[in-house]
């Protein structure tokens, strides 16, 4: 069935660092791909997505891109911060009622 | 308050005994699900509802039971919890024809 696979954590990086988190995914058909971020005590948010190929995500300086050719949606960031320090979901939705997330990467970042 | 909440938000129960997890969301909001989350699995979907009186399982739906009488409430019910049910529990809801889902800030269930 459709799943996703992204890196194992935890990532533990220096402030202004470069990140890169992999995510991977196997499907069928083509679904939108997602990165959700889920800071200490909270629910999950929506970072970014993309719904096609070669689409590009991004928000708060965060991207990702959507490469069929290596069915991967990486999420990279040019200099993390400390508030940056969360834990990254990778996911696809395929239809109405069906979101497959990845394990979860855990970044902390320090000053 | 606007927006997804869950309650309560810890709990602690034995096994054995019956708990119902609240959600309830303020957007009208047609679909609603339940996830759990365990450690090195992500978010596994329990169930989800497509509208209310509209119910149907996802991935891991064993031992929980849902109902939706009303658009913004969602409860889940472990009728019997059993130990295997200590997870954190995730109420999501999403607008009908969008992708995004929008989630509660999740209730921390231990099962003694």
């Known amino acids: 069935g459709d799943s996703v696979t992204q890196m194992e954590g935890p990532v533990t990086l220096s402030e202004e660092a470069f990140l890169t988190i992999n995510c991977t995914y196997t499907a069928t058909g083509y679904p939108s791909l997602f990165w959700y971020v889920q800071y200490p005590g909270e629910g999950l948010q929506l970072l970014l997505k993309?719904?096609?190929?070669?689409d590009k995500g991004s928000n708060k300086g965060f991207e990702a891109t959507y490469r069929k050719e290596t069915t991967s949606f990486h999420l990279e960031k040019g200099s993390v911060q400390v508030s940056d320090s969360a834990v990254y979901f990778c996911?696809?939705?395929?239809?109405?009622?069906?979101?497959?997330f990845g394990a979860g990467t855990r970044l902390t970042v320090k000053p | 308050d606007a927006g997804i909440t869950q309650s309560p938000r810890y709990k602690i129960t034995e096994t054995g005994r019956q708990v119902t997890l609240m959600c309830h969301q303020t957007?009208?909001?047609?679909?609603m699900f339940w996830y759990r989350q365990d450690l090195g699995h992500g978010l596994r979907l329990i169930y989800y509802s497509a509208a209310a009186d509209i119910t149907d399982k996802g991935e891991v739906p064993d031992g929980y039971v849902v109902s939706r009488s009303k658009t913004e409430n969602f409860p889940l019910t472990l009728e019997s919890a059993t130990r295997s049910q200590t997870s954190v529990y995730f109420c999501?809801?999403?607008?009908?024809?969008?992708?995004?889902?929008?989630f509660g800030p999740g209730t921390r269930l231990l099962v003694l």
């Open positions: 993309a719904t096609k190929a070669d």
């Open positions: 999501a809801s999403k607008a009908s024809g969008q992708e995004t889902q929008y």
């Open positions: 957007w009208s909001h047609s679909y």
């Open positions: 996911a696809l939705w395929y239809n109405n009622n069906d979101m497959r």
